[in-house]
């Protein structure tokens, strides 16, 4: 069963502190890993993605990945206030029979950016 | 560019009616996807469709049936609303759908309540 795994939250953080966000994942074939921030009453929109280990930055965003701990992280430095939504994890596992079955989404971890 | 666009944006039914989400995609996807959003429960994968011609069952299809009319095009039906399909209803696409590239783009949600 494929799972993935978040902190609901809320998680608070001072602005222009970093927050860090944690996944874990069940699925050790899994291939690729996503970060959506999904505003109150919007739709989830893609902020990062990463496929190997290490860390990915783009601008104030960092995600790791560590696939030996099955272990996901999102990373905001300098925090805005604007940055306070649901962070949702994704997970895209290993196919089976080719073609796409969709990603696997975590709960979402809500974060507060108090100013 | 529209990206994906879902109608109704609200929709509100009586148990055992009938309806049909559409959602349509103009950024020549080949895959396309359904999700539900329930509170505490984080993204449900419904139905996908790999590429056109196809549809699969995703992780809570029962009591839902889906229609890939073309490839911009594809469609979800309630055929008997329940108080449990009241939710917020993603409709998404992916450019190929392949394991290490499907980033997904959300429409704007419909919000579905049976009452």
């Known amino acids: 069963q494929k799972e993935v795994e978040q902190n609901s939250g809320p998680l608070s953080v001072p602005e222009g502190a970093i927050a860090s966000l944690n996944c874990t994942y069940s699925d050790r074939g899994s291939q690729s890993f996503f970060w959506y921030r999904q505003y109150s009453g919007k739709s989830p929109e893609l902020i990062m993605f990463?496929?190997?280990?290490g860390d990915k930055e783009d601008g104030r965003f960092t995600a790791q990945l560590n696939k030996a701990s099955q272990y996901v992280s999102l990373l905001i430095r300098d925090s805005q206030p604007s940055d306070s939504a649901t962070y949702l994890c994704?997970?895209?596992?290993?196919?089976?029979?080719?073609?796409?079955?969709?990603?696997?989404f975590g709960k979402g971890t809500h974060l507060i950016i108090q100013p | 560019n529209a990206g994906v666009t879902q109608t109704p944006k609200f929709q509100v039914l009586k148990t055992g009616q009938s309806m049909t989400l559409q959602c349509a995609q103009d950024?020549?996807?080949?895959?396309m996807y359904w999700y539900r959003q329930d509170p505490g429960m984080g993204l449900r994968l419904i139905y996908y469709?790999?590429?056109?011609?196809?549809?699969d069952k995703g992780e809570v299809p029962n009591g839902y049936n889906v229609s890939r009319l073309n490839k911009r095009e594809f469609s979800l039906r309630l055929e008997s609303a329940a108080p449990s399909q009241t939710s917020v209803y993603f409709c998404a696409s992916s450019e190929f759908g392949r394991v290490s590239d499907e980033k997904l783009f959300f429409g704007s949600g419909t919000q579905l309540s049976v009452l």
């Open positions: 994704a997970v895209n596992p290993p196919l089976l029979g080719g073609g796409a079955d969709g990603l696997t």
């Open positions: 990463i496929y190997s280990n």
């Open positions: 469709s790999a590429s056109e011609g196809t549809t």
């Open positions: 950024m020549n996807h080949n895959s």
